[in-house]
T-cell receptor, first 115, second 113 residues
Framework: DAGVIQSPRHEVTEMGQEVTLRCKPI?????LFWYRQTMMRGLELLIY????????DSGMPEDRFSAKMPNASFSTLKIQPSEPRDSAVYFC?????????????FGPGTRLTVL | AQSVAQPEDQVNVAEGNPLTVKCTYS??????LFWYVQYPNRGLQFLLK??????LVKGSYGFEAEFNKSQTSFHLKKPSALVSDSALYFC???????????FGKGTKLSVKP
């Protein structure tokens, strides 16, 4: 298996532009997680899905952020409009299930820079 | 409230010496406990986990961790450190019925030759 796939790996955009980050989870995994990592705040859970349904989006910073999972093999995280403070590394992770003792497998991340 | 604490921002050890990275936690119910490692400019990699059973669990790259219920701790250990172990280490607990892991800011491990 190729592991969790994220694209793009790097994104540089200007303030006010729309940004879409993409994630393909490991085949057969039923849970998908979006995280954001910064030096100041560490690793933050933004939202997670179970069987394509959003379960907890309490970590989504504000309405500018939205996430979708239209099917079991694809998820997007969209920021519109983007702001410089959104600059961070965004990770997607998947696991067999959210509950229980299943480990999460992380993708390589998308480094977002908003100018 | 559910939380995790890694009291040391950085741990420095000499190559060949034993290392310990400390972790204490607070979760509701029976805990599931995980350790992850992050190398520079990479995603997090799973090292090991405690679910139930033997309190000493062994994981990747020679790492092990000991679950201590009374002290609510899950310290990461390795008998002999390598320079290549230098990375950021995260302890991540979760309550049994929860869906998400709880991450702290991690501990930076630096192993010098």
């Amino acid at each position: 298996d190729a592991g969790v796939i994220q694209s793009p790996r790097h994104e540089v955009t200007e303030m006010g532009q729309e940004v879409t980050l993409r994630c393909k989870p490991i085949s057969g995994h039923n849970s998908l997680f979006w995280y954001r990592q910064t030096m100041m705040r560490g690793l933050e859970l933004l939202i997670y899905f179970n069987n394509n349904v959003p379960i907890d989006d309490s970590g989504m910073p504000e309405d500018r952020f939205s996430a979708k999972m239209p099917n079991a093999s694809f998820s997007t995280l969209k920021i519109q409009p983007s702001e410089p403070r959104d600059s961070a590394v965004y990770f997607c992770a998947s696991s067999l299930a959210a509950s229980g003792g299943h480990e999460q497998f992380f993708g390589p991340g998308t480094r977002l820079t908003v100018l | 409230a559910q939380s995790v604490a890694q009291p040391e921002d950085q741990v420095n050890v000499a190559e060949g010496n034993p290392l310990t990275v400390k972790c204490t936690y607070s979760v509701s119910g029976n805990p599931y406990l995980f350790w992850y490692v992050q190398y520079p400019n990479r995603g997090l990699q799973f090292l090991l986990k405690y679910i139930t059973g033997d309190n000493l669990v062994k994981g990747s790259y020679g790492f092990e961790a000991e679950f201590n219920k009374s002290q609510t701790s899950f310290h990461l250990k390795k008998p002999s450190a390598l320079v290549s172990d230098s990375a950021l280490y995260f302890c991540a607990p979760k309550g049994g019925s929860q869906g998400n892991l709880i991450f702290g800011k991690g501990t930076k491990l630096s192993v010098k030759p």
